[in-house]
Each structure stands twice: as C-alpha cells, then as structure tokens.
Nanobody, 116 residues
Framework: QVQVVESGGGLVQPGGSLRLSCAAT????????MSWYRQAPGKERELVAA????????NYPDSVKGRFNISRDRIKSTIYLQMNNLNPEDTAVYYC?????????WGQGTQVTVSW
C-alpha cells in the first residue's frame, strides 16, 4: 500500500527554522520524484519544492528559493524540507506528494505556523 506521512510541523517565530519529514512506503522510493506543497487558508495549494528520484535536481518557486531546501534519504525512504528564515506568509498546511503511475498520493499534511 502506497503511503506518505508528513511530520515535523509546529509553531515557530519569524526568522526561525523547521525541518519537515515525509516517510514513504509501499513503492520503490529510489525510482520516483517527490515534492512538497502547501496550502494556506483561503488559498490554492502551491508547490514549494520538488526533487528528482536521484536527488540531483531540485526546483523551487521564487517565494521560497534560498530559504527552503528539499532533500531525500534513500536508505530511510524519506524526503525532507528544511525551511529557514520563516515568515508569517509561510504559515500553511504542508503536504508531501508522490506521483505514481499517473496517480497523485498525498499525505495528511502537517501544520506550520509562523507567528510571535
């Protein structure tokens, strides 16, 4: 059974950092690209980071470039999102996504709140 499970969210002050994790099971982890999305209240879900199956290539929108870093651990079948210099506009539910055989698999999401 294909499953992705996020963790690591929480409350952080502006300028702070968090690292999110996404544990993947039920498929050949090393064969597939994965990505992180976020959705803020009243807004559409948006891509914040993507990584190829090898981990060699990553992609970020301008809004997070230079602050967020996506990585993956083949041994642990886990991807990570290191988020630095967070600001209140980063407040959202963060989701991990896998596209496998033309189907998208989403986790349940993890809440990130940036506030004093």
């Amino acid at each position: 059974q294909v499953q992705v499970v996020e963790s690591g969210g929480g409350l952080v002050q502006p300028g702070g950092s968090l690292r999110l994790s996404c544990a993947a099971t039920g498929f050949t982890f090393a064969s597939y690209a994965m990505s992180w999305y976020r959705q803020a209240p009243g807004k559409e879900r948006e891509l914040v980071a993507a990584i190829t199956n090898t981990g060699i290539t990553t992609n970020y929108p301008d809004s997070v470039k230079g602050r967020f870093n996506i990585s993956r651990d083949r041994i642990k079948s886990t991807i990570y999102l290191q988020m630095n210099n967070l600001n209140p506009e980063d407040t959202a539910v963060y989701y991990c996504k896998l596209r496998l055989l033309q189907r998208d698999y989403w986790g349940q999401g993890t809440q990130v709140t940036v506030s004093w």
